[in-house]
């Protein structure tokens, strides 16, 4: 048996090494955008606005990477998506 493996006759330490702080910086430079599946859904979504309906077939032949590297701000913000919302987070 190796190391990583567990023995199930030994109870597990009494003690194990967990950081468990929070960064309250996190929370206050978080925020919810809306509910969306995708950063993609996200970004689309937010381009839709600008463009005539008539033109809304443009929004797939964008290079989404590209969009969302301008979205980031050069890296001033990241975006994730999460249980169908989508967060951005300021560095």
């Known amino acids: 048996m190796s190391e990583d493996d567990h023995d199930p006759t030994n109870p597990l330490p009494d003690e194990a090494d967990i950081d468990l702080d929070v960064d309250d910086t996190t929370?206050?430079?978080?925020?919810?955008?809306?509910?969306y599946p995708?950063?993609?859904a996200y970004?689309?979504?937010?381009?839709?606005?600008y463009l005539h309906s008539d033109?809304?077939?443009?929004?797939?032949y964008l290079d989404m990477p590209k969009v969302l590297a301008r979205f980031e701000c050069g890296g001033r913000f990241r975006y994730y998506a999460t249980n169908g919302s989508v967060f951005r987070i300021g560095r």
């Open 55 to 60: 033109g809304l077939w443009i929004l797939d």
């Open 38 to 40: 995708t950063v993609e």
């Open 43 to 49: 970004l689309q979504a937010q381009l839709e606005v």
């Open 27 to 35: 929370a206050e430079t978080r925020e919810e955008l809306g509910t």
